[in-house]
Structures are given as structure tokens and as C-alpha cells.
């Protein structure tokens, strides 16, 4: 009781700061005790505002006040302390609700520091002491406070749990060892825990290799979204230009018209109006004769009359009005019909060219690469049409069936033209393939399934012609019983076709270009993780006359 009573007294001679016994105590207008350095630095964060207050009850003060050490108090605290006066534990050194309470405390509990798992108790730490200072607890396992000891303790037996049993994954006591868990697979706790201990650091290790990889790819992510950006500002920025440039232009043709217009208005005008005082002199003139031949018509002296009749009867050649084309009031309207004519030609360019510059921003694919497709059902909705072009097809190639199928057959009256492959019976479709594509051949002979850039070579004998032969080219040669991979002549042996059906799956942007065998099922032949860097477009190498192949259609 007296302990108790030292405790409660020392509890009044702490600081509400520091939490420690008073030092240097002063006493503030409100009543409240502090020591001088504490209070003092709790004004000092205080000084901005200029306005000062009590930690405890927050009475503020203005100005802030003036402090004197309180010797009766401090007198009274040194001779306390003289008795054996310690500080009350601060209240943050109690259990509260959510901590884990020492077991050894009586009244109101301290926090535990520490908690044994052979006692099964939790111990603060003047409690647990003996531990740390007796051989005895020696080989007791102290762990962090935890309020899952009773969990230790086997319901049965109320004993200890240190067993583990394999046979059912669960831990147990001893005595369950050797009645209900006879003849299972048991082993000591610490040792399965050393087993798991192993798996758990495989396990670590993985999700470490996981975190570096994500972030790998957060990263990149980054770079894409910074790559993204610097393209889409840099095809506005373009974009407008150009635009720009159109504006500018068609403005000048404007300006131009306008001006053309106004130059053949004057002269026109010009011509009219010169012809106009033309004839308004004649007119005139006219008057001035009709008033002469009035006047000598009335003129009685016959002799006058003949002497003046031969000046006054003559007249001057008249203007040739007959010359004056009278047409319909249609003077510049053929040029407005004209002018409309160009503007109906541009609406049609740029609604076709729209709608090409509109699948050119969709096309723009800034998602993940999508897992690849496992049924031909899944493969379908990535299905195209793709048709050959007849300006690639070599001359002894011929199309037939909507140019979907090509044949190796006689010479072909094609005409001359740049993209057409000179040597090698190959063709090349019309369609280019970007984002993500699905189309089939069916083949027979011996037939080369490809993909290929625009610019690869076309005229001669050289591998930078031939599919598969060189950096430009990817191809699959189908033979009935083999099939070879090539590209930039390096071969790759892959797995019998097992049909005569070919399935090529692109995923452009991911980089991948997969070769499968189409029959009941899908049957990986060759896949390739690349960059392309251009558009591709589908091919066909027929080996020798008679070859067939065929893009299938899809309904």
C-alpha cells in the first residue's frame, strides 16, 4: 500500500510533457506545473502565432508569459526524491484494450515486452527479468508479445503443443503422438517449421523475382506511356501542319481565283465600256447628222439644198455592233461550277481518306500483348480476308477465285510492273497486316506459307528475293511429310503439317507470329517473338509447276 501511495504521489510531481519527474518546475496562469525547458520549447513552436497555451487544459495567454521557477515546488520534488521517489510509468506504458497485457502485474497492467513460449506467458519488462538474469529459462523461447499462447496448449491433454503431424497438417502435443495421431507421419514442430522455413524462402525468393519483373514492367509501361504521348503530340503536332498547309494552299487558289476572276472582270468591263463610248459617239454623231438633214430638208433654195446635200447626206462607217455577242447572263457562273466541281472531288478525297486516317488512330493498340488464342474458335475472332495482288504475282503465277488462290502454272500475260517478283513463283497480298490477324492456307505440292515487309526485293535470282531467304521474310515451307521455318536463311526443322491446312496468327505489336497445323485441332508448328517494324503482308512461294495454295475465306 505504501508502494502504491509513493506511485500515486509521484504520478503528481510529473511533467504532462516529458512525462518525467519535474524539473526546474514552473508554475503557468492556469495552474499547471511543467518543467521550465518543456514548456519553454512547447512555446516556442508557438511564437508564429503569438498566441500561447496550456498542453493540458489549452487556456491560451497573449502575451506569452513570463516565467519563474516555482523553488517551493522544486524543494519539495528534491526531497521526494531523497525517499525513494521514482516516476509513475507515463500512461503510453499500460495495456490498453488492443495491446497484450503482462500476466505477472497486479492492479492496472504494463504492456508486455515479450512473450515465452515454454511459460506460455506475457512478461513487461521488470517481469521479465529472470529470464535474462537465471540459467534456468535458458533455453526458453521468447517471442514477440502475443495473445495466441493459449493456442499452444493441446484441449485434450493440456500440454504443450511441439508436434506436428504430416498425415493430417495439424500441430499437436506429445501425448497425441502417440494415442489419436499412432502410426501418422509426425515430426517435431521446429523441424517441419525448419521444412516450411525452406519452402517459404523459395517462395520469397519467387515473389522477389515476381516484384523485380513487375517492376521491370511498370517501368516499361512508363516508357510506353511516355512513347505514346511524345507520338500522339508529335502526329498532332504534324497533323496540324500539314492541315496548315492544306488551309494555306487552297486559300492561295482561293486568293488566285479571286484575283483571276477580278483581272478578266476589268478587262471584260474594260472591252464593254470601250465599245460603249464607241457607240455613244456614233450616237452622237448620229444626232448631229439627223438635226443637219431636218435642217436641209428645210432648206427652200433648191441650189443651197444641192450644194449642201453631198456633205451633210455622208456618214461614217458605223460600229460594228454586230460583233457584240449577246449571250445569257452566264459570264463567271461556269467558273463557280467549276469551283464546285473541286469542291465535291475534295469532300470525296477527304471522306475516303478520313475514314482511312480514322482505322490508321484505331489500329493504334496501347494495351498488353494479349494471351494467344488456344481453340480456332478463339483464333476466328481475329480472322481476315486477305487476297492476292495481281502487280506481285510473278508471271507464271495465276490467281483465280477472287485472287484468294494461287497456281504455278504457264506463262501469264501480266503486264510490266515495278512490284512484281521476276524469277521466283511468288505473290503477295493486297491487304497489309497490322495488330492482331488469323488466316489459313490450304496448300499442296510444295508451298512456302509467309509474311513479308512492302520493301523486300523483287526483281532477280538473289535471297533477298526469296521468302524466308533473308532479314525482310519470315516463311514456312510445307512439304507432305516435313516442314522447315526459315528466316534470314537460317532453318529451323519443326513437326510434320499433319494437313494440308495452315493456320498464321500475327499479333503485330506483341511481336508474335505462330504457324499452325489446322485440322481437328491446333497444332503448333513454329512460333516466332520478334519487332516488326513495318506492316506485313501474307505470301506465297509455289516450289514448282502444278503447286496450289489458297487463302480460305471465312463466312
Not at 511533467?15 to 495552474?31: E, F, N, R
Not at 519563474?68 to 528534491?78: C, P
Not at 471584260?268 to 438633214?293: A, C, G, M, N, Y
Request: charged share 25%; net charge negative; hydrophobic share 30%.
Amino acid at each position: 500500500m505504501a508502494q502504491q501511495g509513493a506511485l500515486l504521489d509521484g504520478a503528481k510531481f510529473c511533467c504532462s510533457i516529458c512525462l518525467d519527474l519535474l524539473k526546474d518546475p514552473v508554475a503557468i496562469p492556469c495552474g499547471h506545473s511543467y518543467c521550465m525547458i518543456c514548456i519553454n520549447n512547447f512555446w516556442d513552436e508557438e511564437d508564429e502565432k503569438k498566441i500561447y497555451s496550456c498542453p493540458q487544459c489549452r487556456q491560451t495567454f497573449t502575451p506569452r508569459p513570463v516565467l519563474v521557477k516555482n523553488t517551493m515546488l522544486a524543494d519539495l520534488v528534491e526531497e521526494l526524491k531523497k525517499t525513494g521517489l521514482q516516476a509513475a510509468p507515463a500512461d503510453h506504458c499500460y495495456a490498453g484494450p488492443e495491446d497484450v497485457a503482462c500476466d505477472v502485474c497486479t492492479g492496472r497492467k504494463l504492456k508486455a515486452f515479450k512473450s515465452c513460449l515454454v511459460c506460455l506467458v506475457s512478461y513487461c519488462e521488470k517481469h521479465l527479468q529472470p529470464h535474462y538474469e537465471s540459467s534456468k529459462f535458458k533455453k526458453h523461447k521468447l517471442v514477440d508479445p502475443s495473445k495466441k499462447l493459449q493456442e499452444n496448449i493441446c484441449s485434450h491433454h493440456d500440454e504443450v503443443m511441439k508436434m506436428f503431424c504430416r498425415t493430417d497438417q495439424q500441430i499437436i502435443c506429445y501425448l497425441c503422438s502417440v494415442e489419436d495421431h499412432k502410426d501418422h507421419d509426425t515430426v517435431s514442430a521446429a523441424a517441419e517449421r525448419t521444412e516450411r522455413q525452406r519452402e517459404l524462402e523459395v517462395s520469397q525468393q519467387n515473389i522477389q523475382q515476381r516484384i523485380q519483373d513487375r517492376e521491370k514492367d511498370v517501368k516499361l509501361l512508363q516508357q510506353e506511356v511516355k512513347a505514346i504521348t511524345c507520338s500522339a503530340d508529335k502526329a498532332v503536332e504534324d497533323s496540324e501542319k500539314i492541315f496548315t498547309e492544306l488551309i494555306r494552299l487552297l486559300q492561295k487558289r482561293s486568293s488566285d481565283v479571286k484575283q483571276q476572276i477580278r483581272s478578266q472582270q476589268e478587262t471584260e468591263v474594260s472591252r464593254v465600256k470601250e465599245l460603249q463610248e464607241k457607240l455613244q459617239q456614233e450616237i452622237t454623231e448620229l444626232k448631229r447628222k439627223d438635226t443637219e438633214l431636218k435642217q436641209l430638208s428645210h432648206t427652200e433654195d433648191h441650189n443651197q439644198f444641192l450644194h449642201n446635200y453631198p456633205s451633210v447626206s455622208q456618214l461614217s462607217e458605223p460600229t460594228e455592233s454586230s460583233s457584240i455577242d449577246i449571250r445569257p447572263l452566264r459570264y463567271f457562273e461556269d467558273v463557280t461550277a467549276t469551283v464546285s466541281e473541286l469542291r465535291d472531288k475534295l469532300q470525296d478525297i477527304l471522306k475516303e481518306e478520313w475514314t482511312n486516317i480514322s482505322l490508321r488512330v484505331n489500329e493504334v493498340d496501347v494495351l498488353l500483348p494479349q494471351p494467344e488464342p488456344k481453340t480456332r474458335d478463339e483464333f476466328l475472332k481475329y480472322a481476315c480476308d486477305i487476297t492476292l495482288d495481281p502487280n506481285t504475282a510473278n508471271t507464271q503465277v495465276l490467281l483465280s477465285d477472287g485472287n484468294r488462290k494461287a497456281m504455278a502454272t504457264s506463262l501469264q500475260s501480266y503486264s510490266s510492273h515495278p512490284d512484281r517478283f521476276t524469277e521466283y513463283y511468288q505473290v503477295l497480298s493486297r491487304e497489309s497486316l497490322t495488330g492482331r490477324c488469323y488466316w489459313e492456307v490450304e496448300w499442296r505440292g510444295g508451298v512456302s506459307v509467309a509474311v513479308a515487309y512492302k520493301n523486300i526485293s523483287r526483281a532477280g535470282r538473289s535471297n533477298k528475293c526469296r521468302f524466308g531467304l533473308n532479314d525482310k521474310s519470315w516463311a514456312l515451307y510445307c512439304y507432305t511429310h516435313s516442314c522447315t521455318f526459315f528466316f534470314n536463311n537460317v532453318s529451323t526443322t519443326v513437326s510434320d503439317p499433319h494437313s494440308s491446312r495452315v493456320g498464321v496468327y500475327l499479333d503485330h505489336r506483341a511481336g508474335f507470329l505462330s504457324f499452325y497445323s489446322v485440322s481437328g485441332t491446333m497444332t503448333l508448328l513454329h512460333r516466332v517473338q520478334t519487332t516488326f517494324t513495318q506492316p506485313l503482308y501474307a505470301g506465297l512461294w509455289l516450289h514448282d509447276e502444278g503447286d496450289t495454295a489458297e487463302f480460305c475465306q471465312f463466312k
